[in-house]
């Protein structure tokens, strides 16, 4: 049998009086109630939960990603390796508390001009829209060094587009978000967001193309120094949390201690964690229309399009072509992971008022967290 939401919604608010209401339901109802979800609100007042809907982590990390085995797109001097020879060079692995592992090279010295072993994986798995949450230890930093967190659409790039959630070059500090896409979709300078507009010979990189400027896209740098480098690893490492729905492209990250409680009891909440240091606004980029069929990518590249044109205006020693010789030079080229989490949107049939956020109330929440299970059960 199938009832209407409010129906349940009613019946359930009138059970809140009893501290033992649910003594009375089936024991296979309650086994099926939730954690506690706390509600957010679409800009048309219609109400949803972040639902958890895959997990990447020490238990099937490597089972759920494609190994990149081909030339590097970004011009490194990297060779990537295919999965046989990641796990016998002992370049990805997991730690003893089932952390995620992948590192490029640390062990070969190469002449110059040689090319670094290093990984690059990407997810089986493809999606449209998503609360993508990582929680890591560890991301690589360094001279010469060039990694990357962010996903990638389906197809000729960047016609599905590309986000860059976690990117960054030699000894930087700052984080820098970025969006690949196909001619139309443009950053909004003036939208809500915590972080500064990288900026070029041609102006501001407000332009999303990813055939123009260099192919360098549009892109914003995160304030906080604790967002990439050494910074960020002292800091115990935290999340990066990237949130791609039809309100818009945002990105937020926590170093350890400072990590949302919603978060870390698996319901997360982003319209609690304030403004986001980067955010492309769906008035100026639709991001249902310009990014499509994302798969998830990790990888660690050395100099290349960003890195090694960039080094000679660093503090970094030499040329970035001898810097690769060294396996000294890239102890830090690792990322180590705990968790990447994605969670997907759960519509619910209602609307409230955006001056009463459903998320304010906990014990509303928790009831129609039951009223959305019993919805779809009966």
Known sequence: MHYEFALYATALLGLASSANALRWWPSSVKRAVPTTHNFEANNDGSTFVWVLQDTFDGTNFFDQMAFYSGKDPTNGMVNYVNVSAAWDKGLVGYGDNGEVLMKGDNTTWLA???YRDSVRVSSYAQYNTGLFILDLNHAP???????????LGSGTWPDTGEIDIIEGVHDNEHNQVAWHTKQGCYLNPNASFSGTVVSGDAGNHTDCDGNANDNSGCAITQWSRASYGPYFDLQGGGVFAMKWDENGVSVHSFYRAAIPSDINDGSPTPSGWGVPEAFLSPESCDP???????SVIFDITFCGDWAGNSYANTNCPGTCSQRIMDPANFENASWSINSLKVYRKQALNGVVDAAYPVAAYPLAATLLSLAMVLTVAL
């Open 112 to 114: 110059e001009g040689a």
């Open 141 to 151: 930093w360094g001279c010469g060094i060039w990694p990357a967190f962010w996903t």
């Open 288 to 294: 249902i229309k310009y990014f499509v069929n994302h």
